[in-house]
């Protein structure tokens, strides 16, 4: 799980500080009853080992909400056992389930909260798209299905991440059935994917951008193969030239997508309002036929391949499969950008998230437990006398 990402300018949810610092409590409790399963699973191997735990095979790690890499080194249950019997042990054997139950019967319910117009949000989990599934909670989801004619979820991350994780794990697991998927993307996003550094990014090249195109035409196209209607949504940014915008809209058009701007964080929801109107459009003009990338009868080999040659281009085995990679590339090398084709996935190590649902496969040099960078937030983070938080955003 993850900070809250509540956003900014008109484009925000309230109240943020309260969301991006302990909110209700959630990511504490889930920390909480996770852990207490890792501290009674070597209180078992402590007191006898009954159940012939093997201490060098323990897939269950310790977590807390923090970056800090130095946890990646930390390696526990190295004492003896009685032997190694090489079969799954869940948390019931253990007898830990009714105790972590007690402590997420609070955060099991999803929290409302609203943007800074009044529209009502829900909240509920935040896991990265990167290493993790990168969506909310199903619990989440149905109960603001109940609550509204339509229903606006977040993928995290680019398309060939978030959409595909969504698609793949969240909406097979659920039955849940799309009606359609925006992308959102930004001309400044574009253009770094046509190789302009970060510091030109503002200045006019349409020369990058008709390369960085492509990375575009890629995600559109990875999205139709679900067999929803797709629309672009360009999230504008106060310094974006305007033929560089008219560039990305003649392309959407020669694709058949439609595409409309978003100035949300300018303007509120007067910004978002054609973009809104015209998605309703497609949804009245378009039906949905959803389909998962893969049958759930592959194994988890054939899942990989598939994952990566129709999305990046190149015993549990009825899972689904979370893959674990940079966001910053269809590759697993982050400086590969643009639509980049023939490339390797380097698998480096594959994990079972039983309960989740799903086989995590991990590329590259990926990390599960990310670092602070050079200059954390926390350095900017200050309480003044009178109580009001500054230097979260």
């Known amino acids: 799980m993850k900070g809250g990402a509540t956003g900014s300018g008109k484009a925000q949810l309230v109240p943020a500080d309260d969301i991006n610092l302990h909110f209700t409590g959630d990511i504490h409790a889930v920390t909480s009853a996770h852990n207490l399963l890792s501290a009674m699973v070597d209180n078992h191997m402590f007191h006898g080992n009954v159940l012939r735990l093997n201490p060098g095979r323990i897939v269950w790690k310790r977590v807390m909400d923090m970056n800090d890499r130095s946890l990646r080194h930390i390696v526990t249950g190295l004492g003896s056992g009685n032997g190694h019997a090489r079969e799954a042990i869940i948390a019931a054997q253990i007898g830990a389930v009714d105790a972590m139950i007690v402590l997420l019967k609070e955060a099991i319910k999803p929290n409302l909260v609203q943007t800074i117009e009044g529209t009502p949000v829900m909240i509920h989990g935040g896991p990265f798209a990167n ?8 619990i989440g989801t149905r109960l603001a299905l109940k609550l509204a004619k339509l229903v606006v979820t977040e993928a995290g ?3 060939d991440l978030g959409a595909e994780k969504f698609f793949d794990i969240k909406c097979r697991q659920s ?3 799309p009606v359609a998927a925006v992308l959102v993307i930004t001309v400044k996003a574009l253009k770094y994917n046509g190789g302009v550094p970060n510091h030109e990014l503002n200045l006019s090249n349409t020369d990058a951008l008709m390369l960085g195109l492509s990375n575009m035409d890629r995600h559109i196209e990875n999205l139709r193969k679900f067999g929803v209607p797709v629309m672009v ?3 504008h940014y106060a310094d974006d030239i305007s033929g560089e ?3 990305v ?4 058009c020669q694709l058949g997508v439609p595409v409309e701007v978003s100035n949300v964080w300018a303007e509120g929801s007067e910004g978002g309002k054609k973009l809104a109107e015209k998605l309703v459009e497609l949804l009245n003009h378009q039906k949905a036929h959803f389909v998962p990338l893969y049958e759930d009868e592959l194994d988890i080999r054939s899942k990989i391949e598939r994952a990566v040659k129709e999305i990046y ?3 549990y085995g009825n899972l689904s499969v979370c893959m674990a990679k940079t966001p910053y590339s269809f590759s697993d090398q982050p400086r590969l950008l643009g639509a980049p084709k023939g490339f390797n996935i380097h698998v480096t190590d594959i994990s079972l998230s039983a309960g989740a649902g799903f086989v995590v496969v991990q590329t590259d040099n990926i990390m599960t437990m990310p670092g602070l960078p050079k200059t954390p937030a926390a350095e900017h983070i200050a309480l003044d006398e009178q109580g009001i938080i500054h230097g979260l955003f």
């Open 157 to 159: 991350f680019g398309a």
């Open 131 to 138: 290493i993790a599934h990168g969506c909310s909670s199903l």
């Open 233 to 235: 949504a360009i999230n």
């Open 245 to 247: 915008v008219d560039l």
């Open 313 to 315: 281009r190149l015993g």
């Open 175 to 177: 039955g849940l059935s």
């Open 249 to 252: 809209k003649e392309r959407c």
